[in-house]
């Protein structure tokens, strides 16, 4: 559709995988794919931030374009109400009590949730969850 930057976001997106294969040799399966797009976004985000608070907001409009590109690539993401409740089935299931428990929690919530949520969030959550235990 020539739209070049949209085509821009995708080129670099594909040469993160293919950088990563090489790197590690291996074949991207769709986890691996799914850790990179959540990388780029965050890194884009970041990129928004620093650059907001430069006063550059014509690169913070191309950051949150390419945001936007790469994000269409994401799992559909989860609610609040869905990830509390994958965090609760977690503490139940490891029986985690206190912050001794967290790192417990977060190896099991971390496959469920990677990709479709912002895991920053959820440590918040894990640990108000057993900070209230």
Known sequence: AHDTARLNAIRMLWSSVKQKEVDE??????????SIIVKAVKEHKDSAEQYGKGGR?????????????????LPKQLSEKEVEAIIDEAIAATGAAGMAGMG?????????LAG???MSRVSALVKSRLAAK
């Not at 040799?25 to 799914?34: E, H, N």
């Not at 907001?57 to 690539?73: C, H, P, Q, R, T």
């Not at 417990?104 to 469920?112: E, G, I, L, N, R």
């Open 25 to 34: 040799r291996l074949t991207a399966d769709d986890a691996l794919i799914t």
């Open 57 to 73: 907001e014509d690169l913070v409009e191309k950051e949150n374009f390419e945001i936007g590109v790469l994000s269409a690539y």
């Open 104 to 112: 417990k929690v977060m190896s099991a919530v971390k496959p469920k």
């Open 116 to 118: 479709r949520t912002d």
